[in-house]
């Protein structure tokens, strides 16, 4: 009864690892979907990407473009997501900053459901962490210069910011 009951459990435990993180974040279409909507103030905007490669796969990949000098892109498996990367080039001019800022809270909205306060502090925390760390950097005089930092969420989910001399990233990845 005992090894019955421990199988059981087991295999119910294997079960959920398995279906937990890919339940974590949402399909590609409704994560488009809701980036296009919430950031209409932003013309956040797609497009799917040509990549021409030797190689095939089955991996899709979109453009998100904006009117705030900020640009993206969506990497998917079939409608699964599996990475988006926001970018902006340094030094930030005009709208960049905000609009970088404001892509992210949208990302993690869309794809991680969090309202906006929790988004917007996760993202300033990021931010001043990969600040805090490219400094470090340029004062260690590393052959890289740069400011990395990242969240595990729950879910297999993983957030992170990085900051170098030319450009920003944001991004949220499927760990699995």
Same mark, same amino acid.
């Given at each position: 009864?005992?090894?019955?009951?421990?199988?059981?459990?087991?295999?119910?435990?294997?079960?959920?690892?398995?279906?937990?993180?890919?339940?974590?974040?949402?399909?590609?279409?409704?994560?488009?979907? @809701?980036?296009?909507?919430?950031?209409?103030?932003?013309?956040? $905007?797609?497009?799917?990407?040509?990549?021409?490669?030797?190689?095939?796969?089955?991996? *899709?990949?979109?453009?998100?473009?904006?009117?705030?000098?900020?640009?993206?892109?969506?990497?998917?498996?079939? $409608?699964?997501?599996?990475?988006?990367?926001?970018?902006?080039?340094?030094?930030?001019?005009? @709208?960049?900053?905000?609009?970088?800022?404001?892509?992210?809270?949208?990302?993690?909205?869309?794809?991680?459901?969090? $309202?906006?306060? @929790?988004?917007?502090?996760?993202? @300033?925390?990021?931010?001043?962490?990969?600040? $805090?760390?490219?400094?470090?950097?340029?004062?260690?005089?590393?052959?890289?210069?740069?400011?990395?930092?990242?969240?595990?969420?729950?879910?297999?989910?993983? *957030?992170?910011? *990085?900051?170098?001399?030319?450009?920003?990233?944001?991004? *949220?990845?499927?760990?699995?």
């Amino acid at each position: 009864m005992k090894r019955t009951g421990g199988a059981v459990a087991l295999a119910a435990a294997g079960l959920l690892a398995l279906c937990g993180p890919a339940a974590a974040l949402p399909g590609c279409d409704s994560f488009l979907q @809701k980036m296009r909507a919430d950031g209409a103030e932003l013309g956040v $905007d797609y497009a799917r990407a040509l990549v021409v490669s030797r190689v095939h796969t089955n991996t *899709i990949n979109y453009d998100i473009s904006t009117r705030a000098d900020v640009d993206g892109t969506l990497t998917c498996q079939g $409608d699964q997501f599996v990475r988006f990367e926001a970018h902006v080039l340094e030094p930030l001019r005009g @709208k960049a900053a905000e609009g970088f800022a404001r892509l992210q809270e949208l990302a993690m909205r869309a794809a991680l459901g969090w $309202d906006g306060g @929790k988004a917007r502090a996760a993202s @300033k925390s990021l931010a001043a962490e990969a600040r $805090d760390y490219l400094a470090g950097s340029r004062e260690r005089g590393d052959a890289y210069i740069a400011g990395k930092t990242e969240r595990h969420e729950p879910g297999g989910v993983g *957030i992170g910011m *990085i900051y170098t001399e030319i450009d920003r990233a944001f991004v *949220i990845v499927q760990e699995n």
